[in-house]
C-alpha cells in the first residue's frame, strides 16, 4: 500500500502561481510514474500531467508552458509547479501512482478572476 499526502492548495488570483507537493510512503517511489489529476465542478477528472521513473514528463494541452511537473526521489516527492494560473484551473488536484492506481486526498486549487 502506498499512501500519498497532497499540499500547497489554496486560494490564487489569476496569473498567480502556485506549487503542489505530494509526499509518497515507501522506499520504491524512484520506480513509481507519478500524476496529477484535477476534477473541476461538474466536470469529469482529468490527468494534468504525469512523471516516469526516468523524468519523462507529458501535460494536457490546457496546461502546456504554465505547468511543470518534477519529482525528487530522495524525498519521496512529485511536485506541480502552476503558473499563469486562471479561473479555469479550479479544481482539486490527485497526487496518483499511476501503475497501480493508489491517490491522495486531494487538494484544492481555486483561481479568482
Known amino acids: 500500500q502506498v499512501q500519498l499526502v497532497e499540499s500547497g492548495g489554496g486560494l490564487v488570483q489569476a496569473g498567480g502561481s502556485l506549487r503542489l507537493s505530494c509526499v509518497a510512503s515507501?522506499?520504491?517511489?524512484?520506480?513509481?510514474?507519478m500524476g496529477w489529476y484535477r476534477q473541476a465542478p461538474g466536470k469529469q477528472r482529468e490527468l494534468v500531467a504525469s512523471i516516469t521513473s526516468g523524468g519523462i514528463s507529458n501535460y494536457v494541452d490546457s496546461v502546456k508552458g504554465r505547468f511543470t511537473i518534477s519529482r525528487d526521489n530522495a524525498k519521496n516527492t512529485v511536485y506541480l509547479q502552476m503558473n499563469s494560473l486562471k479561473p479555469e484551473d479550479t479544481a482539486v488536484y490527485y497526487c496518483v501512482e499511476l501503475v497501480r492506481s493508489y491517490w491522495g486526498q486531494g487538494t484544492r486549487v481555486t483561481v479568482s478572476s
Open positions: 515507501g522506499s520504491i517511489f524512484s520506480i513509481y510514474t
